[in-house]
């Protein structure tokens, strides 16, 4: 549609550190290492985050189904 | 199905400040960097916005999955 | 299938007012602008409606995602 | 797969009144004008019919979208 | 994949009375008069049926969309 | 992708018994008669479990729409 | 899009065992036999995990479909 497009976005951020906010309300933090077009994506060392910003669990790499994202920030 | 297309909407907002509405009945706010087919946005400045209209938190820039966006509202 | 299709009410609707009801409950009111083969509608001067079917909020110009729409009466 | 097909019964329906249920449990009972392969409908002098049957609110002519619907019922 | 398919079961169900659990746990008793690809199904004698197994209202003729089955079982 | 095939144990479940539980927690257990790509499956002597894991009601022949499964296990 | 696609993750879990959280917020624990491109995979010696970690239920050999997966992750 125009130059820019928003998985350009994506292609930036890998090897970066990414917060990914679940439709389910859920934050995961981690580094990028590879996506696709479904936005399904590779995460390494992902951790949650708790309500207070810091780490809840650590995850370890991550093969997240992109269907469950809500939004992708580098962080 | 006639010569303005809702998409044509997205296309004059970018690089302008929208507020979005997403299903689970928040909003963010922001600035419209890109767009695809989708409605994938990536959207920089990104703020969302608590019920009194004000900023809850900063965002950055975003990539926002479009079937989480109820309307797109330009500014 | 016949004659007329159900998209012709739609087309027919470029430039007057309609009633939106949203899957979620909510109801918007406002002109259509225009609209594309998932629904998706720009509506102009959109308002969310309150219960006493009065105006909660003045919205502008928006553009809506199919997918949220229960159904569209002209008005 | 056999001589009749479900669709068959939309198309007898064209000009007839019909009961809808919808998967959020409401009803509305109106005359079809038209419809599309995705049940899709145009239905005039549509109503919602309340609890106890009668009805709650006039609806007009509506456009319903085909994937909020539960069942179609000839009355 | 092998010699039976699933959709035979409808095929034979033809003429005949199924029992159908709904995704939203209501249950409809009815014959089974024509079917498609989506599982979209007409039913005649269709009725609803209540907590006791007994016969909760009269639906008559009924045209079922298919994503709302959860399963199909001939009685 | 590789050899083996996710669907590979739906085939050799054939005329075999398995526990399948379905996305909204209930457990059905039958007899495994055909399946398609779908996952929609006809299972003979199907019945619901409770939750002490014994029958809770006898289904008979039911076809399940696959989207509905949360997992399929041989038992 | 890059040289490393999410999917290689997959790809060398086979025979591994993996941690999958689904959508319902439930976690099985079990090794790799197969998937495919739907993420629908194939967990022998599967099983459910409490909220303590420890095992909750055995489950053998499952056919998990994949629509119901947030991620999944090599322990």
Tied chains: 1, 2, 3, 4, 5, 6, 7.
Excluded at 13 to 35: P, T, W, Y
């Amino acid at each position: 549609m125009q130059g820019e497009r928003p998985f350009d976005l994506l292609n930036k951020a890998i090897g970066q550190k990414v917060m990914i906010r679940l439709k389910n309300g859920d934050e995961i933090r981690g580094k990028v290492s590879s996506f696709d077009a479904h936005m399904n994506m590779v995460i390494d060392d992902a951790e949650e985050v708790g309500d207070d910003g810091g780490s809840k669990a650590k995850l370890g790499t991550i093969l997240l189904r992109g269907g469950n994202i809500l939004f992708v920030s580098p962080v």
